[in-house]
């Protein structure tokens, strides 16, 4: 079966947006031999209570890439951790920025609509803000920055896409 | 293996077949996002996932997009000499969503775990609010299925295969209202 859908918005709604602070960004690499063992890890690493507020990964030829945002507060018990996954895989120490924040939003039918990242990277690159990573999944997109753009990088989004909640 | 499986899996929803645009090696990879954002919306062509990572130097952007588009999207990569020489396809994939995620590193762990252990190759992950997405080869769909029972609780009747499709119409509001 198939639905066609018919979008007419001045500009894209969009549910609101969630600005979280006070945040760090963990920066993995190991082959995707050591997927397993990592994933292992990570498992075990659950006794931290740290949330991972967004997980995104990607495969570049035997590397796997892993990017997850954490609370700052919880990060030093995650960081000893994963060190100690990576060096016992014979990999390199994950790589930490902090003082980075987090914009998410969502709105109807994002994930089966074309411009959504468009109009929301574009409007962020058009300005000369700087993404940190980036993950777009279902009806959802997740925007990390630096926090010292972060209500820059909020505003630049408020006047792009139509809020409900404003 | 058998003592993690206390993680219940409310919900496996599996994609159509899809293929997914990898933008690697790339000088800016943010410049690369927005280009290949711009590029698919130009044409209409949907991305049901997209990650990205920019690090300074080096990094990813990665897209997945309907299969039935790998002739429009080989197309227009080709016309973008400075775009193309970082660019690979990897297809047909398909996306696999875990609900619920709940921010749970266990939940990422040990689905990683499983589909390592599986060697099935794991093209791309990322999480929201419910579900934790990954990107694997169509095909072994049901072989990363199976992987995950190995190591979650999956009540049965929870796999949701794609069934409706939605599609945006190029219809414009004059074009429509005129008939």
Same mark, same amino acid.
């Given at each position: 079966?198939?639905?066609?859908?018919?979008?007419?918005?001045?500009?894209?709604?969009?549910?609101?947006?969630?600005?979280?602070?006070?945040?760090?960004?963990?920066?993995?690499?190991?082959?995707?031999? =050591?997927?397993g063992?990592?994933?292992? !890890? +990570?498992?075990? *690493?659950? /006794?931290?209570?740290?949330?991972?507020? @967004? %997980?995104? $990964? =990607?495969?570049?030829?035997?590397?796997? !890439? +892993?990017?997850? *945002?954490? /609370?700052?507060?919880?990060?030093?018990? @995650? %960081?000893? $951790?994963?060190?100690?996954?990576?060096?016992?895989?014979?990999?390199?120490?994950?790589?930490?920025?902090?003082?980075?924040g987090?914009?998410?939003?969502?709105?109807?039918?994002?994930?089966?609509?074309?411009?959504?990242?468009?109009?929301?990277?574009?409007?962020?690159?058009?300005?000369?803000?700087?993404?940190?990573?980036?993950?777009?999944?279902?009806?959802?997109?997740?925007?990390?920055?630096?926090?010292?753009?972060?209500?820059?990088?909020?505003?630049?989004?408020?006047?792009?896409?139509?809020?409900?909640?404003? | 293996?058998?003592?993690?499986?206390?993680?219940?899996?409310?919900?496996?929803?599996?994609?159509?077949?899809?293929?997914?645009?990898?933008?690697?090696?790339?000088?800016?990879?943010?410049?690369?996002?927005a280009?290949?954002?711009?590029?698919?919306?130009?044409?209409?062509?949907?991305?049901?996932?997209?990650?990205?990572?920019?690090?300074?130097?080096?990094?990813?952007?990665?897209?997945c997009?309907?299969?039935?588009?790998?002739?429009?999207?080989?197309?227009?990569?080709?016309?973008d000499?400075?775009?193309?020489?970082?660019?690979?396809?990897?297809?047909?994939?398909?996306?696999?969503?875990?609900?619920?995620?709940?921010?749970?590193?266990?939940?990422?762990?040990?689905?990683?775990?499983a589909?390592?252990?599986?060697?099935?190759?794991?093209?791309?992950?990322?999480?929201?609010?419910?579900?934790?997405?990954?990107?694997?080869?169509?095909?072994?769909?049901?072989?990363?299925?199976?992987?995950?029972?190995?190591?979650?609780?999956?009540?049965?009747?929870?796999i949701?295969?794609?069934?409706?499709?939605?599609v945006?119409?190029?219809?414009?509001?004059?074009?429509?209202?005129?008939?």
């Amino acid at each position: 079966m198939e639905t066609i859908a018919v979008y007419w918005e001045e500009r894209i709604k969009t549910y609101g947006f969630s600005v979280v602070r006070g945040l760090s960004l963990v920066r993995l690499q190991f082959s995707d031999e =050591h997927s397993g063992r990592v994933g292992r !890890g +990570l498992c075990n *690493l659950e /006794e931290s209570r740290t949330p991972v507020l @967004l %997980a995104v $990964g =990607h495969l570049d030829g035997d590397r796997m !890439g +892993l990017d997850l *945002l954490v /609370e700052t507060g919880g990060l030093d018990q @995650l %960081a000893d $951790g994963l060190r100690e996954i990576l060096s016992s895989a014979g990999e390199v120490p994950a790589g930490i920025s902090s003082q980075v924040g987090m914009i998410t939003f969502q709105g109807p039918h994002y994930g089966d609509r074309y411009g959504i990242a468009d109009a929301a990277f574009g409007a962020l690159a058009d300005r000369g803000i700087s993404i940190m990573t980036a993950g777009c999944s279902g009806s959802s997109v997740y925007i990390v920055v630096h926090e010292s753009c972060l209500e820059e990088a909020h505003e630049i989004l408020n006047q792009t896409f139509a809020s409900q909640s404003s | 293996m058998s003592g993690l499986k206390n993680i219940k899996i409310d919900g496996i929803k599996l994609s159509e077949e899809l293929l997914q645009v990898n933008v690697t090696g790339v000088p800016d990879p943010q410049k690369a996002l927005a280009g290949i954002s711009r590029m698919f919306a130009e044409n209409r062509i949907n991305m049901a996932l997209v990650t990205a990572a920019c690090p300074g130097s080096g990094g990813h952007a990665a897209c997945c997009v309907p299969v039935e588009e790998h002739g429009r999207v080989t197309d227009l990569i080709e016309r973008d000499a400075d775009l193309k020489k970082y660019v690979s396809i990897v297809s047909p994939v398909g996306l696999l969503s875990l609900f619920p995620h709940r921010s749970s590193l266990k939940l990422l762990g040990s689905a990683l775990q499983a589909f390592g252990n599986a060697g099935i190759p794991v093209y791309g992950l990322a999480s929201s609010l419910a579900p934790l997405t990954f990107v694997v080869d169509h095909h072994r769909l049901d072989a990363a299925i199976g992987a995950l029972g190995e190591v979650f609780e999956i009540p049965p009747g929870i796999i949701m295969r794609p069934v409706i499709r939605v599609v945006q119409s190029s219809l414009t509001k004059g074009e429509d209202e005129a008939r």
